[in-house]
């Protein structure tokens, strides 16, 4: 994904000319060998328009740009040498490795649902101005996605499409559990989804807006029953566990819903702070990119990355409490709840912190003493005092530190509360 319109410092500022993307993409499709599906989007940000252009990854690596292969250094392209070209081809090499780009050996093509394998690959044809022929074999349609390799499917097909379940593939698939309590010993409901990736999600879905709590909306003359979640903010963790978690792991999604929340857990990490997640336009790097690429084809997902912002946004419109992501147990775990509760309150959301007070606790042990002037010396160089003042307060009303005096005097005890990095 490259994003036109930001500049060297991360910030979305828009095109100047925005009318010059059409005449640079024609210029692309005929500047490069072998061709490329490149396909462009222009989107608006702030009342600025940018322009989001795809590129979905190619079998015929490394490409040639006018005669010559280039790389980025820093700031600047620069043509390879004959060292780094065998260095990317060893890239290539590494990356064919990856999970879902390995073949799955035994799975044949023609096992594989033909009419969901036709209907997408004429989609993602549609989308990258590629012709598909009238019939194509199961086989034809998988190449067109690129999700073949060592002329079996890879398992990032399977994984998509395949909808027997497979014993050599247990993580294909959502367990669902209703709770009475929090105390996870009673449940009303304990089931499993599966099937192909756009089936598991269906099911899971219904099943989530059935058993979620309701709550009553007027409109107009009539009154009706909706889910106390955002059906939205349901979809999105879903989606985002489904298709960004690590398929290396055997383990299951896991969906729970309790008296009082609802979570998501998958098999993975986390690297990106969720509390830049209300960050309105940036592109994602997902886990498992071909797998990304079928699910926004199918339209479950954008390559643009906002689905943390959507969960956010769905949220606070309803006055609901911030979603909180964490890492644990292997995995990332999503709560969303609808009221407030002890558990939920001592895991503060990250974005409640910004960069200085996230580095002050990752930096400041247990029973450390710290003045105001230490921590704009350390942790606040440059900013004002009252930024300063506003942040150890905010760790003071969140039990991370206690204060200690008065006035500019007072000193700040590092408690036992832990970092919620």
């Known amino acids: 994904m490259i994003l036109l319109g930001m500049n060297d410092e991360g910030h979305f500022i828009g095109l100047s000319r925005p009318q010059t993307v059409e005449p640079l993409m024609t210029h692309l499709e005929q500047a490069i060998s072998p061709k490329i599906p490149l396909r462009v989007e222009l989107v608006e940000y702030a009342g600025k328009q940018g322009a989001l252009i795809e590129v979905p990854r190619g079998s015929d690596v490394p490409y040639v740009h006018k005669g010559a292969i280039y790389i980025r250094t820093g700031a600047q392209n620069r043509a390879a040498t004959a060292e780094q070209v065998r260095a990317l081809l060893g890239k290539r090499e590494d990356a064919e490795q990856r999970w879902e780009r390995v073949a799955a050996y035994g799975i044949e093509a023609d096992s594989l649902p ?43 097909a399977v994984a998509l499409f395949q909808r027997d379940p497979l014993p050599a593939f247990p993580q294909f698939g959502i367990h669902a559990t209703g709770f009475t309590s929090e105390s996870k010993l009673e449940t009303s409901e304990d089931v499993f989804f599966q099937g192909d990736l756009h089936e598991v999600l269906d099911q899971a879905y219904n099943f989530c807006l059935i058993r979620l709590p309701k709550r009553t909306v007027i409109s107009g003359l009539v009154r009706q029953e909706e889910p106390i979640l955002p059906a939205l903010a349901v979809r999105e963790a879903l989606v985002n566990a489904l298709m960004h978690r690590d ?30 997640a209300s960050v309105a336009l940036r592109v994602s790097r997902p886990t498992n990119p071909d797998i990304a690429r079928v699910c926004s084809v199918w339209g479950l997902a954008e390559l643009l990355g906002a689905g943390l912002e959507r969960i956010q946004q769905a949220m606070q419109e309803l006055g609901l409490p911030t979603p909180q992501w964490r890492n644990v147990q292997g995995g990332v775990l999503l709560k969303l709840a609808w009221k407030e509760d002890a558990s939920l309150s001592d895991a503060v959301s990250l974005s409640a912190f910004n960069e200085r007070m996230l580095a002050c606790l990752g930096a400041v042990k247990t029973n450390a003493v710290l003045t105001r002037e230490e921590y704009t010396q350390r942790f606040a ?34 408690t036992d509360k832990p970092s919620p990095i």
């Open 114 to 156: 033909m009419e969901l394998l036709q209907s997408t690959a004429k989609r993602y044809g549609e989308r990258y101005g590629q012709e598909l022929t009238e019939n194509p074999s199961a086989w034809d349609c998988l190449e067109r996605l690129n999700l073949t390799a060592d002329l079996w499917p890879t398992r990032g």
């Open 247 to 276: 398929y290396a792991d055997r383990a299951q999604v896991q969906v729970r819903i309790f008296p009082n929340r609802f979570e998501v857990w998958n098999p993975g990490k986390l690297d990106l702070n969720p509390s830049e």
């Open 381 to 414: 160089p440059g900013q004002a005092e009252r930024s300063a003042r506003n942040d150890l307060a905010k760790l003071v009303s969140l039990g991370y530190f206690r204060a200690m005096g008065g006035g500019r005097g007072t000193a700040y005890l590092r």
